[in-house]
Nanobody
Framework: QVQLAESGGGLVQAGGSLRLSCAASGRIVRINRMGWYRQVPGKERELVARIAIDKSTNYGDSVKGRFTISRNRAMNTVYLQMNSLQPEDTGVYYC????????????WGQGTQVTVSS
């Protein structure tokens, strides 16, 4: 089994910063990409940022220029640096990892709450 351990959520004022971390452990053959998604009540889960094994990155339009995703060399830990946070960034942030070789599977963390006050 694979476990994703998230940390770093919390309460911050608008304009502030937070850093999220996600560490993968367990039976890992190969991590193809890791990233963060967020969800607010009544809306679908949306991409925040993700990073692939070749270090390429993708960001949601609303966070471009404010958030930065990075990973460690082993690519079993990813970090999300969130700057210039706004109230609309509030939500539950879920870590995601796509793992496997011929067959790959998506794994999810339990989620961490980020609340940005105005």
């Amino acid at each position: 089994q694979v476990q994703l351990a998230e940390s770093g959520g919390g309460l911050v004022q608008a304009g502030g910063s937070l850093r999220l971390s996600c560490a993968a452990s367990g039976r890992i053959v190969r991590i193809n990409r890791m990233g963060w998604y967020r969800q607010v009540p009544g809306k679908e889960r949306e991409l925040v940022a993700r990073i692939a094994i070749d270090k390429s990155t993708n960001y949601g339009d609303s966070v471009k220029g404010r958030f930065t995703i990075s990973r460690n060399r082993a690519m079993n830990t990813v970090y999300l640096q969130m700057n210039s946070l706004q109230p609309e960034d509030t939500g539950v942030y879920y870590c995601n990892a796509n793992i496997g070789t011929v067959d790959s599977y998506d794994y999810w963390g339990q989620g961490t709450q980020v609340t940005v006050s105005s």
